[in-house]
């Protein structure tokens, strides 16, 4: 954020001293029609050269939306681009991606819309949401992933005392309220 051309236009993504991406600037690479470059999310870059850009939009027709690159190639657009994960309704496309992780085996973590009502292995109660702060999720160059969950407490075996975990990949590692080894 610079104070260059306030208030629009003083958000810039550099690269070794040259603007990458300037805000209201076209996005200069294959992306929805008419968009400009809104603010950035994350930008990664992996040891293997690999670059990733989190970013919102603004759209043509107007509103905004977040879009995720990879390697300058729109993998992910709110609102349009399919889930094809287990478990997702035929038809569902991802309406939110908050945020996204990258190792140096090309493989991306990303979160976005949980699904509601959702029971995860060994919670007593629906998930409620996860908390997708940029360091309570990680991925390894292994594609072991650590990530965090917040239980529904206000369902009958809920708690506000245990209701949050960590997974790795999709196993249990530890919720709140558990004991920790001395």
């Given at each position: 954020?610079?104070?260059?051309?306030?208030?629009?236009?003083?958000?810039?993504?550099?690269?070794?001293?040259?603007?990458?991406?300037?805000?209201?600037?076209?996005?200069?690479?294959?992306?929805?029609?008419?968009?400009?470059?809104?603010?950035?999310?994350?930008a990664?870059?992996?040891?293997?050269?690999?670059?990733?850009?989190?970013?919102?939009?603004?759209?043509?027709?107007?509103?905004?939306?977040?879009?995720?690159?990879?390697n300058g190639a729109l993998l992910l657009e709110e609102n349009v681009t399919p889930m094809t994960a287990a478990g997702v309704a035929p038809g569902s496309v991802w309406t939110s991606v908050s945020e996204a992780w990258l190792n140096d085996n090309r493989q991306i973590l990303v979160g976005g819309l949980a699904i509601d009502?959702?029971?995860?292995?060994?919670?007593?109660?629906?998930i409620q949401g996860f908390n997708l702060g940029r360091r309570r999720q990680s991925i390894n160059n292994s594609g072991d992933?650590?990530?965090?969950?917040?239980?529904?407490?206000?369902?009958?075996?809920?708690?506000?005392?245990?209701?949050?975990?960590?997974?790795?990949?999709n196993t249990p590692q530890w919720r709140e309220g558990d004991p920790i080894p001395s």
């Open positions: 954020d610079t104070d260059a051309l306030a208030p629009i236009g003083d958000e810039v993504i550099l690269h070794n001293g040259t603007i990458i991406f300037q805000e209201e600037d076209p996005l200069n690479i294959v992306g929805p029609a008419g968009a400009t470059f809104n603010f950035l999310d994350v990664a870059l992996s040891n293997t050269g690999d670059v990733m850009y989190l970013m919102n939009v603004n759209q043509a027709a107007g509103g905004t939306t977040d879009v995720l690159y990879w009502g959702t029971t995860l292995p060994g919670h007593p109660t629906p992933t650590l990530w965090f969950v917040d239980d529904d407490h206000t369902v009958a075996g809920g708690s506000t005392t245990n209701d949050a975990w960590v997974y790795r990949n």
